[in-house]
């Protein structure tokens, strides 16, 4: 992945043809054009970006002609936001949107923190299922007036991050599930060969009795458990 940190007037303006190209394509269903042209001039226009860099603390980073990414660190909190993730639709299924994430989570670690956050439309449902698989969850609700007679209804979604970029996740149900199955396997083993041990020592003990009939007196049989 050609990664490029954005610093230069011809790299904001490239991040901004991909936020109105990708915006417009993703959002207009879910938000409506109107909102849509809103939040492009007030968030993402060549200006909204260079004072975000200048003066507001974003990092870019621009995958030249297929996506973006935007961070904000909050060093006195340790996390990280993700401000901006976007891949152009004809790079989509590359797994460009996964390695923008990845790279997120390795600047998180860098910087020293331990969450890495975002929000996301509550009604984009297929960008929160992309997030879930790459192991954020969801924390709360938030509903921001960003002026203009409109509003952001979003989630806040976030994972701890660890050493290295390590994601700090629980491990996955359907692990642990395994192991329960394994560790029971390993227990009804056990018991199969205690059982058949048992059976051995009443046939060897009813043989030295003179047959295979009742146990002589005296002799005790052990319930199978």
């Known amino acids: 992945m050609n990664l490029e940190r954005v610093e230069r007037p011809d790299q904001i303006a490239a991040v901004a043809a991909l936020a109105r ?5 993703h959002y207009v269903p879910i938000i409506g054009a109107a909102q849509v042209e809103y939040m492009l001039a007030k968030f993402q226009s060549t200006e909204a970006i260079a004072r975000q860099i200048a003066a507001e603390g974003y990092e870019y980073y621009l995958a030249p002609g297929a996506g973006y990414l935007a961070l904000v660190p909050d060093p006195a909190k340790k996390s990280l936001l993700l401000s901006k993730i976007y891949v152009k639709a004809a790079a989509r299924g590359t797994g460009l949107g996964r390695a923008l994430a990845e790279f997120a989570e390795r600047r998180c670690s860098e910087l020293g923190c331990n969450e890495l956050w975002l929000t996301v439309n509550r009604n984009n449902l297929g960008s929160i299922a992309f997030y879930e698989r790459l192991g954020f969850r969801k924390t709360q609700t938030l509903v921001t007036d960003i002026g203009g007679g409109f509003v952001m ?16 996740t629980a491990p996955a149900a359907g692990c642990q599930h395994a192991k329960e199955r394994s560790r029971v396997g390993r ?14 020592s ?3 003990l009813l043989q030295r009795g003179g047959g295979g009939g009742a146990a002589p007196a005296g002799a005790h049989r052990s319930p199978d458990p």
């Open 21 to 25: 190209e990708t915006w417009t394509q």
């Open 153 to 168: 209804d979003d989630w806040r979604m976030a994972k701890r991050i660890g050493p290295a970029g390590r994601a700090l």
């Open 187 to 200: 227990v009804y083993a056990e018991q199969r060969t205690q059982r058949d041990s048992r059976s051995r």
């Open 202 to 204: 009443r046939r060897a």
